[in-house]
């Protein structure tokens, strides 16, 4: 089968063909373990290195080009840089916790959100090269640790590792409002992207307490945001 999927402005150079119509989170826990690690690192790889595509177009297709000068040209980046680590580290936690959850409904809903959090990735990346920027030097870090969470999270069991998708759509929500706030007002491409992203990670988080999440305990909640500091002031410069 063959799919057409496009990236960052949809522009008919950048439509990607996925010939093999298997997704980074189609559960392919039976495949052999050789073609099954040769599609894992793929998939990696392509999340790294800024290579996503996406399923729906771009929300700054819609929206006007606005002026910036130097310093907010560069801040804008480097949200946004911020922004697509982040979605680098939900490909990651949602290729792991899907991998390694019990439940169907489960995997289901991770599949299913990973791949909207592909868009978001496609569309960040895109934005920066259109402000003359780069991803994270970072990222196979981001990633590795991330997938490392993730499988931890899984190997919980299906209630916690909800519960910490649950908690994570919470703080992400909070640092996406946040980035509103920072944005120049005239770059209203960054903050269509922003916006809609943060209305999907809402979604996200409301499905993963349908599905049985429930509030972490404060220290881990804590622990959580320690570690998105740390992320979100590196990822800025980095």
């Known amino acids: 089968m063959q799919t057409v999927r496009y990236s960052g402005q949809s522009a008919p150079n950048s439509v990607v063909l996925i010939k093999s119509g298997l997704s980074p989170f189609t559960d392919h826990s039976s495949m052999p373990f050789l073609d099954q690690a040769i599609t894992d690192f793929d998939n990696a790889l392509r999340v790294i290195t800024g290579q996503a595509s996406a399923s729906r177009p771009s929300p700054a297709l819609q929206a006007p080009d606005g002026v910036l000068d130097a310093a907010e040209q560069r801040h804008s980046a480097g949200l946004m840089r911020i922004n697509h680590v982040g ?4 490909q990651a936690l949602y290729d792991a916790q899907g991998r390694f959850a019990q439940g169907t409904p489960i995997k289901q809903q991770f599949a299913e959100a990973g791949r909207e959090e592909e868009d978001h990735l496609a569309w960040t990346a895109e934005r920066l090269r259109q402000l003359g920027s780069r991803v994270s030097l970072l990222n196979p870090l981001w990633y590795a640790g991330s997938y490392a969470l993730g499988t931890l999270a899984a190997r919980l069991g299906d209630t916690r590792s909800l519960s910490f998708v649950s908690e994570t759509e919470r703080q992400v929500e909070k640092h996406l409002n946040s980035h509103l706030q920072q944005l120049p007002l005239q770059d209203a491409k ?41 992320m979100t002031t590196v990822a800025y410069y980095i």
């Open 87 to 90: 979605e680098v580290c939900a």
């Open 190 to 230: 960054s903050r269509a992207i922003v916006e809609q992203m943060r209305d999907d990670e809402i979604a996200h988080g409301e499905a993963a307490r349908s599905l049985g999440g429930v509030e972490m305990p404060l220290p881990a909640q804590k622990a959580m945001q320690a570690m998105s500091k740390v």
